[in-house]
């Protein structure tokens, strides 16, 4: 990445280099010859940069207000957005039909659909913060996932079963993955979407449920290594079982496959069905 910055004593935006470009998510202003503050919005930095010895301590400490001014500004907005998601959560969830045990993604992955609903032909997954329902995973028929533009999605989990007198109960990333364990051992499955989430649930099941047998099952990303990336779902199940003591449970593959890379697709592969999607 070049940048050739302007020292206009504005924002000032710049690509984030790990997001494709035309992202916008950095930004900086240059205060002074002395002091310029910058951050990158999806990372939560902003930091203060002198630019020459500190002998402008005013335009130094300007510039750590204007940082921080500017993260708030970015958390009121982020607020704002996710309060607005949540409403139409809220109203979609309540108008919604009970899910179609028939709907084809279902059909493909075997497994009913539990406490799902319906909108249409797309199947919702309530995403839940403390008991509050804050935004919706939406599964198109094709097996496509997607969440309300704007909504919250750290630290957002969903639920098969029932947790209330549970002696055990399993994490999963995908809620596939969870209805399918689900069917399988019976317990309740807490749904954390991605590997990311993974540690995040665990910690609050864990403050929950002080006493219950946790046993956190991961996906293997096993394909990842072999493009240089790290096994995610195997890295993320780790962490999490590890920050809460709970067991780790990784699924065993059938000899032979190379597609399947969850509980869900090798229950799928085990019942001679193919992967689903
Ligand atoms: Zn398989």
Not at 6 to 35: C, L, M, T, V
Not at 217 to 226: E, F, K, N, S, T
């Amino acid at each position: 990445m070049t940048l050739a910055p302007k020292a206009s004593g504005r924002f000032e935006r710049f690509d984030a280099p790990d997001k494709p470009k035309g992202n916008g998510n950095g930004w900086y202003r240059i205060h002074s010859p002395q002091a310029a503050s910058f951050g990158i919005w999806h990372l939560d930095v902003s930091e203060v940069v002198t630019l020459n010895d500190v002998s402008n301590s005013e335009a130094v400490a300007q510039s750590r207000l204007e940082a921080i001014r500017e993260r708030d500004r970015r958390d009121r907005k982020r607020q704002q957005c996710e309060a607005q998601a949540a409403e139409k959560a809220r109203r979609w969830w309540s108008e919604a039909a009970p899910g179609d045990p028939a709907h084809p993604w279902l059909a493909r992955k075997r497994l009913p659909p539990h406490a799902l609903r319906q909108h249409g032909k797309v199947l919702l997954v309530p995403l839940y913060v403390e008991g509050g329902l804050v935004n919706l995973e939406r599964i198109f028929p094709d097996g496509n996932k997607r969440t309300l533009a704007g909504g919250r999605v750290r630290g957002v989990a969903s639920l098969i079963g029932r947790l209330t007198g549970a002696g055990r109960v399993l994490v999963a990333e995908g809620w596939s993955t969870a209805a399918a364990l689900h069917e399988v051992m019976g317990c309740p499955v807490v749904v954390a979407r991605n590997a990311d989430n993974l540690a995040l649930v665990a910690r609050r099941l864990r403050q929950r449920l002080p006493d219950a047998d946790i046993t956190i099952c991961g996906d293997d990303d096993r394909h990842l290594p072999a493009k240089g990336k790290p096994n995610k779902g195997s890295v993320e199940a780790r962490h999490a079982a590890l920050a809460i003591g709970a067991d780790l449970l990784m699924p065993s593959f059938c000899e032979g496959c190379r597609h399947c890379t969850d509980f869900a697709d090798v229950r799928l592969c085990r019942l001679g069905g193919g992967h689903g999607g």
